[in-house]
């Protein structure tokens, strides 16, 4: 696996900083405190299917946050411009790029999933491309499932789930769709796994991350800064990496980023 320079992380730094991966992000603090809030009270839209211990209070995760994500610590803020610090984001790319490299290397089967269809499927399209080329294992789940099988929740966020570019999203309706449910992961982790395919690296973000994670997959995410219930899962241990960063920006910001991971994992982009 190879790494990165100083100057490489420092021109990655300004560069999401400047695009609002990081640095002041468009997610604001009465999203990033009100989620918070949410979690803390257990609501079942914004626990990703982590199963969160009762340890973890509003202070206990605002704690988290401002260790993990670089925002305010400041009990008494509310509104108005929060942060994620940039240094906190490259360490954190630099073990996801580590521990897919390894996953390659060990020959792992890797499944890609995400909650924002628009900002991250293109940098998980193409970190799968580049994981096949490097001669690595990515679940195609047409590959494993029977003939014919349709993956259709009806719930909390109805549809079924789809696999594009390698990617397994939310369908419903004629569009992908967003979601914070962990239902999408826990019906396709089921279904694999009656037909005996249990991926060994699950490269999400969101309730495919946090059910993956809770069903003792190694899991590696990126989360937003009003989405805490992943970085808990790390906190915790059922995640493994957790990338602090703003999840949904047109695909061009993602481009150095997906660059950083792929150098840290020590294998080429590719066509």
């Excluded at 420092?10 to 992000?25: P, Q, R, S, V």
């Excluded at 079924?160 to 397994?168: D, G, N, P, R």
Aim: proline fraction near 3%; charged fraction near 20%; aromatic fraction near 6%.
């Amino acid at each position: 696996m190879t790494t990165t320079s100083i100057d490489q992380d420092t021109a990655l730094i300004d560069w999401m900083n400047e695009t609002k991966l990081t640095g002041a992000i468009n997610t604001d603090r009465s999203s990033n405190i009100g989620h918070l809030r949410l979690l803390a009270d257990r609501h079942p839209g914004y626990t990703f299917g982590v199963a969160i211990d009762e340890s973890w209070d509003e202070r206990a995760l605002l704690e988290l946050m401002f260790s993990k994500a670089g925002i305010s610590a400041d009990a008494t803020f509310e509104q108005g411009q929060d942060h994620i610090d940039a240094r906190r984001t490259v360490k954190e790319l630099a073990a996801y790029g580590r521990r897919l490299g390894e996953a390659v290397e060990r020959q792992e089967l890797i499944l890609f999933a995400t909650a924002h269809p628009a900002g991250l499927s293109g940098v998980y399209a193409t970190l799968a491309s580049a994981v096949r080329q490097a001669g690595g294992r990515v679940c195609e789940i047409a590959e494993h499932l029977e003939r014919g099988t349709t993956l259709m929740i009806e719930g909390m966020d109805d549809g079924e789930v789809w696999q594009i570019s390698s990617v397994c999203m939310r369908y419903f309706g004629g569009s992908l769709l967003h979601t914070h449910s962990p239902q999408f992961a826990e019906l396709l982790l089921s279904k694999l796994a009656e037909r005996g395919t249990v991926p060994d690296l699950v490269v999400a973000d969101h309730g495919w991350a946090g059910a993956a994670g809770a069903r003792g997959i190694a899991t590696i995410g990126i989360a937003d800064s009003n989405d805490p219930a992943l970085f808990v899962a790390q906190a915790q241990g059922s995640v493994e990496v957790c990338v602090p960063m703003d999840d949904n920006l047109l695909a061009y910001a993602y481009e150095p980023v997906i660059d950083y991971i792929l150098a840290h994992a020590g294998i080429p982009r590719g066509a």
